[in-house]
């Protein structure tokens, strides 16, 4: 649906572009939601991109459509925007989307644009600038309400009337004591319902779940949708409140952390590449295929040692293939389903026998079937009075043993690293997938030479 | 940081349970929230957990508990219940987790159930069962307020103190006609800072993000996500407004949806199976390698064929690993950065042609190099009088190939996929790679025949 509102919308913006129907165009530029503008953004020339942009009147809009472009259509955009220009939307835009939008400028840039946000007296940025991109401090928003416990319904519904009109997500308000350390929680529905003169104190939730600026924002993200809660305050060594991370920020977090589990799973970087350019797409995926190619080198060792086997009985080379794929195809099974596990809380890290040897029983009975399988196949193919049923045997033999290690390996690594702390995602794809490879084509020509004779 | 909490947790229950402290127990389970006695009753013996279940006093806890447990252990848990006790805990639920547990019982106790809260006049439950699981319909709550345009702000917020006190997600008030359809939406913190008499014709938003009851659930998480919103109003094919969806729900779509691609794209099924029995999963697993098999035996059946030449230079068989390698793993690659793209939106299925070019570009470079590379190994392993040059220049055109075509085939496939309709995740997994294996395994047999002469 969203796919093709977004067509047509370019093939509509597009022809009044044409048509240089200003008027028209202004309408729609600002009747469209700046993130479904930001792919607009996508399909259009750089002077298609300034004339869109400058009909942009609400300034907020403009700077949802910066925190929504992709990096190089962004990055080109600025390029030739003014300083004031970029200052202007910036102190628009929340200080956590500030923080993003800087960190993927030029340094220069960067602190240009930060200096003169200084100036201007805006230093929540730059607050937020000092703590690790991943961790709560790095994602939380500095705008929230927050009110002492001695106040009452009334006067919180009055302070929010006033001093906190432009806080952006405002559903909780957090009561803290006279040196703003974190007490409780109150939902805007409660003070709605409550009787004016109640102090907060007295309804306001004390069982709170709340963070520090240095966890983890994947830590930050589980508690989240854990608890089903629609922002977590974030709270400094002295418990002191400094923030919230809201649920519209752990959406994009629980998204990324996906994509980046993924994407290392299968050893090509972290950060999505396909919108960047081809050299550097090469460039994040050619060190991973490395792993694979010194593996290659490794299996061609161990296969031109049984030079002598083959030649005595050429067939030997066409199973290379089907071991490889059966054990190479059961593994990644078990790496998906054990690093997914743990990024969901399905599997825990403390469980690392049980899931380990559920894992192996499973390659086991399945290395099982397929391996007679595929003895049957080699038997049926290639029997002769030499060989009788050695070479099936062996065949057979390679497969139960290739597939149960790669269920093995494939469930062991990751959760060893996460045992190790270590990201458990890193540690399958192409490492695991080669040594699989190598140690099944070694057994197979093991199993092979002692069983024929060769 | 939960992960460590909840294993104190399970020791600390542990030992109250063995020195029979009901008192302590009975304090430490009401003060734990329920999402974590989930995990705690993973743990438990079915007795202990009985204990525990036992000693929850608010409803509202057991009924989030039933919500969190996995499905075998609740399925145990319930089958002692009498159909009273688990309909009183039914009744304190949201219909919409009411009827995703009810999905997981078998249908004979499921319509019991049914029946019994029938009975008791909740017919909302059964409403929600006529959608299909994986729609606004399916995952929608039909608990919202909903007010007509001519009230107040003042009349409003009456209303929330009297009707709507047990509305469990409460942040926006949604505007209808006389007739229930939807005209617009307030957020509550606008009710609270607008003046008590000014109607909520006059301050709601009308545009408004709405979908329908047979919307795909993927599609209501990325508009959520996309729009940032805390809840989406779903409205019948009459504009009437139905139920909501909630922010919550969508997390919980986003995280399984990233699961089931990444399972679907290792041919693991699409539900996690971990934690269900060695044989269960075996039989999820076992068709998928199906594919990986029969494609093995193809390559038997091709590299037989050229018995004659692996006879004549049997040093052939030792570079079909890194030729499969090569092509699987770049294959993998591509494939992912594909299909996570178009689930995240950072792909589109209308750019088919500039995404797969990109990949194939870049499949090339990554082949010239690597097939460079491994040419290299070849000739200064295996040069001989006979081969000169040949035997490399085989190895290093069939892994260019192989890398090409894999690229090729890897993004091809998923977006030809989207554009169908069909889900991209099932296209790639073992299909893609058993088919790249083929080719690259026949190339390389067809260029080392063909150079060498064999």
Same mark, same amino acid.
């Given at each position: 649906?969203?796919?093709?509102?977004?067509?047509?919308?370019?093939?509509?913006?597009?022809?009044?572009?044409?048509?240089?129907?200003?008027?028209?165009?202004?309408?729609?530029?600002?009747?469209?939601?700046?993130?479904?503008?930001?792919?607009? $953004?996508?399909?259009?020339?750089?002077?298609?991109?300034?004339?869109?942009?400058?009909?942009?009147?609400?300034?907020?809009?403009?700077?949802?459509?910066?925190?929504?472009?992709?990096?190089?259509?962004?990055?080109?955009?600025?390029?030739?925007?003014?300083?004031?220009?970029?200052?202007?939307?910036?102190?628009?835009?929340?200080?956590?989307?500030?923080?993003? $939008?800087?960190?993927?400028?030029?340094?220069?840039?960067?602190?240009?644009?930060?200096?003169?946000?200084?100036?201007?007296?805006?230093?929540?940025?730059?607050?937020?600038?000092?703590?690790?991109?991943?961790?709560?401090?790095?994602?939380?928003?500095?705008? $929230?309400?927050?009110?002492?416990?001695?106040?009452?319904?009334?006067?919180?519904?009055?302070?929010?009337?006033?001093?906190?009109?432009?806080?952006?997500?405002?559903?909780?308000?957090?009561?803290?004591?006279?040196?703003?350390?974190?007490?409780?929680?109150?939902?805007?529905?409660?003070?709605?319902?409550?009787?004016?003169?109640?102090?907060?104190?007295?309804?306001?939730?004390?069982?709170?779940?709340?963070?520090?600026?240095?966890?983890?924002?994947?830590?930050?993200?589980?508690?989240?949708?854990?608890?089903?809660?629609?922002?977590?305050?974030?709270?400094? =060594?002295?418990?002191?409140?400094?923030?919230?991370?809201?649920?519209?920020?752990?959406?994009?977090?629980?998204?990324?952390?996906?994509?980046?589990?993924?994407?290392?799973?299968?050893?090509?970087?972290?950060?999505?590449?396909?919108?960047?350019?081809?050299?550097?797409?090469?460039?994040?995926?050619?060190?991973?295929?490395?792993?694979?190619?010194?593996?290659?080198?490794?299996?061609?060792?161990?296969?031109?040692?049984?030079?002598?086997?083959?030649?005595?009985?050429?067939?030997?080379?066409?199973?290379?293939?089907?071991?490889?794929?059966?054990?190479?195809?059961?593994?990644?099974?078990?790496?998906?389903?054990?690093?997914?596990?743990?990024?969901?809380?399905?599997?825990?890290?403390?469980?690392?026998?049980?899931?380990?040897?559920?894992?192996?029983?499973?390659?086991?009975?399945?290395?099982?079937?397929?391996?007679?399988?595929?003895?049957?196949?080699?038997?049926?193919?290639?029997? =002769?009075?030499?060989?009788?049923?050695?070479?099936?045997?062996?065949?057979?033999?390679?497969?139960?043993?290739?597939?149960?290690?790669?269920?093995?390996?494939?469930?062991?690594?990751?959760?060893?690293?996460?045992?190790?702390?270590?990201?458990?995602?890193?540690?399958?794809?192409?490492?695991?997938?080669?040594?699989?490879?190598?140690?099944?084509?070694?057994?197979?020509?093991? $199993?092979?030479?002692?069983?024929?004779?060769?």
């Amino acid at each position: 649906m969203l796919r093709d509102q977004n067509v047509v919308l370019v093939e509509s913006i597009r022809r009044l572009l044409r048509r240089g129907a200003t008027t028209n165009l202004s309408k729609i530029v600002n009747k469209t939601h700046a993130a479904d503008l930001s792919i607009v $953004f996508k399909y259009m020339s750089l002077g298609s991109q300034r004339k869109l942009f400058d009909l942009i009147e609400d300034i907020e809009q403009k700077g949802i459509l910066f925190s929504e472009l992709e990096e190089n259509i962004l990055l080109d955009f600025v390029n030739g925007m003014t300083l004031d220009d970029i200052v202007e939307i910036m102190e628009s835009m929340p200080s956590d989307d500030v923080a993003d $939008f800087l960190g993927k400028l030029p340094q220069a840039k960067a602190d240009a644009i930060l200096e003169e946000m200084h100036a201007e007296g805006s230093e929540e940025v730059e607050d937020l600038l000092r703590y690790g991109d991943d961790t709560a401090g790095g994602i939380m928003v500095p705008d $929230f309400i927050s009110l002492r416990e001695d106040l009452t319904a009334k006067n919180a519904i009055e302070s929010m009337q006033k001093e906190y009109l432009d806080v952006e997500m405002a559903f909780y308000i957090y009561v803290v004591d006279e040196n703003s350390k974190l007490l409780g929680v109150i939902s805007l529905r409660q003070l709605v319902v409550v009787k004016a003169e109640t102090p907060l104190r007295e309804f306001m939730t004390t069982d709170i779940f709340s963070v520090r600026t240095n966890t983890d924002q994947e830590e930050v993200a589980k508690i989240v949708a854990r608890y089903d809660i629609l922002a977590v305050p974030v709270v400094d =060594d002295n418990n002191t409140l400094v923030g919230i991370v809201t649920v519209d920020d752990v959406i994009d977090i629980i998204r990324l952390e996906a994509t980046e589990d993924m994407l290392k799973m299968a050893g090509a970087g972290e950060d999505f590449v396909e919108t960047q350019s081809v050299l550097k797409s090469t460039r994040i995926r050619l060190p991973w295929l490395f792993a694979s190619a010194i593996g290659g080198v490794l299996a061609v060792f161990i296969i031109s040692h049984f030079e002598s086997s083959l030649q005595k009985f050429a067939y030997l080379a066409a199973f290379i293939p089907v071991i490889m794929g059966m054990g190479g195809n059961i593994g990644t099974q078990s790496s998906t389903i054990v690093v997914r596990g743990l990024a969901t809380g399905r599997i825990h890290a403390k469980d690392l026998w049980q899931v380990v040897s559920k894992e192996l029983a499973t390659g086991f009975i399945l290395g099982a079937v397929y391996g007679l399988f595929i003895a049957v196949v080699a038997q049926v193919l290639f029997h =002769d009075s030499v060989t009788s049923f050695g070479f099936a045997i062996s065949v057979g033999l390679a497969v139960v043993c290739s597939m149960s290690i790669a269920a093995l390996v494939g469930s062991l690594v990751p959760m060893v690293f996460a045992r190790s702390n270590i990201d458990p995602a890193v540690a399958t794809g192409p490492f695991v997938t080669t040594s699989i490879d190598i140690v099944s084509v070694y057994l197979y020509f093991v $199993f092979a030479t002692k069983i024929l004779g060769l």
